[in-house]
């Protein structure tokens, strides 16, 4: 299916991410010199943009403080070709914001001060619902690609609501942390999980060892489908009443880990709605992924 024809809605975390990075290795406590960012993220958000570079225009369904940031940040979200009609502003509560220490063997420490969603967040699931929005018309043509930054409860309420059975849920964890809300999905048809695999045991209760490990566990427990990475070792894509297709990323550089797991989800998904194969739609996310995080592309 020609990606002109999917309407592609990124329902999750929309944020300002600032990051500081040093060439130099990072031990507890380390002081050392280095550069500090500030720039548009969140999982929803970086999905959204690397599919819009792509030649989408998601729609983005989140909320962002009524505030000077939040209003800077939905201008710079339009101004990279994101579909920001539907944001939830709210009055209550600040625009969130995600903070990252990163050296050069990548993440050294991360903090999210991320509590938009689960505080106002079903805000979304109504304007989803909201017939005047038209969000749910031909859902044999809609992708909703989804972060675990909600509720448990708010992705309960999405993953069993009627009216969204028929669309293909895309589900991102947003962290370690959160990646047990997803159970909710175990047994929901129409369901692509992408995880890590420090992600994936963690939904198993078991230590896996490799991607191919936790894929299949992953089916096991009743996921249709499963994409599970693994850093720089073997990737793999597994699928109820398929073979698990398995692939191993080229080593590169590492020049910044942030959001790298988002731009491999990204590409999968533009591939797949273009009509690639698996085997390369697998491949071009693991290409963009190791671009991305050698410093090749923004």
Same mark, same amino acid.
């Given at each position: 299916?020609?990606?002109s024809?999917?309407?592609?809605?990124?329902?999750?975390s929309?944020l300002w991410?600032?990051?500081?990075?040093?060439e130099d290795?990072?031990?507890?406590?380390?002081?050392?010199?280095?550069?500090i960012?500030r720039?548009p993220?969140g999982?929803a958000?970086?999905i959204?943009?690397?599919?819009a570079m792509?030649g989408?225009?998601p729609l983005i369904?989140?909320?962002?403080?009524?505030?000077? &940031?939040?209003?800077e940040l939905?201008?710079?979200?339009?101004?990279?070709?994101?579909?920001m009609r539907?944001v939830?502003?709210?009055?209550?509560?600040?625009?969130?914001?995600?903070?990252?220490? &990163?050296?050069?063997n990548g993440l050294?420490a991360?903090?999210?001060?991320a509590?938009s969603?689960?505080?106002?967040?079903?805000?979304?699931?109504?304007t989803?619902l909201?017939p005047?929005n038209e969000?749910?018309?031909?859902p044999?043509?809609?992708?909703?690609i989804?972060?675990?930054n909600f509720?448990?409860a708010?992705?309960s309420?999405?993953?069993?609501?009627?009216?969204?059975?028929?669309?293909?849920?895309?589900i991102?964890?947003?962290?370690?942390?959160k990646v047990?809300?997803?159970?909710?999905?175990?047994?929901?048809s129409n369901t692509?999980?992408?995880?890590?695999l420090?992600?994936?045991?963690?939904?198993s209760?078991a230590s896996?060892?490799?991607?191919?490990?936790?894929?299949q566990?992953?089916?096991d427990?009743?996921?249709?489908?499963?994409?599970v990475?693994?850093g720089?070792?073997?990737a793999c894509d597994?699928?109820?009443n398929?073979?698990?297709?398995?692939q191993t990323?080229?080593?590169?550089k590492?020049?910044?880990?942030t959001g790298?797991?988002?731009?491999?989800m990204?590409?999968?998904?533009?591939?797949e709605?273009?009509g690639?194969?698996?085997e390369n739609?697998?491949?071009?996310a693991?290409?963009?992924?190791?671009?991305?995080?050698?410093g090749q592309?923004?």
């Open positions: 299916m020609n990606a024809h999917m309407k592609v809605i990124c329902a999750g929309v991410d600032v990051i500081g990075r040093t290795v990072l031990g507890l406590g380390g002081d050392k010199g280095g550069r960012v720039r993220g999982v958000y970086n959204a943009q690397k599919l792509l989408t225009r369904l989140s909320v962002l403080g009524n505030d000077t &940031e939040g209003k939905c201008e710079t979200c339009n101004a990279n070709g994101l579909d539907f939830y502003f709210s009055e209550a509560l600040p625009t969130d914001q995600y903070m990252a220490i &990163e050296d050069k050294v991360a903090i999210a001060d509590h969603l689960e505080r106002e967040g079903d805000a979304i699931l109504a989803l909201d005047k969000l749910l018309n031909a044999q043509d809609t992708l909703l989804l972060d675990g509720t448990e708010q992705l309420n999405m993953a069993q609501h009627e009216a969204l059975k028929d669309i293909t849920f895309i991102a964890p947003a962290s370690p942390g047990d809300r997803l159970r909710c999905f175990f047994n929901r692509v999980l992408f995880c890590n420090s992600e994936a045991s963690i939904l209760d896996m060892t490799d991607a191919k490990e936790a894929a566990t992953l089916i427990r009743g996921f249709d489908r499963v994409i990475t693994n720089s070792e073997m597994a699928a109820r398929f073979d698990i297709l398995c990323p080229t080593p590169v590492i020049q910044g880990v790298a797991g988002d731009v491999f990204a590409c999968h998904v533009f591939q709605i273009n690639a194969t698996r739609a697998l491949s071009a693991i290409l963009a992924a190791g671009n991305y995080v050698s592309e923004e």
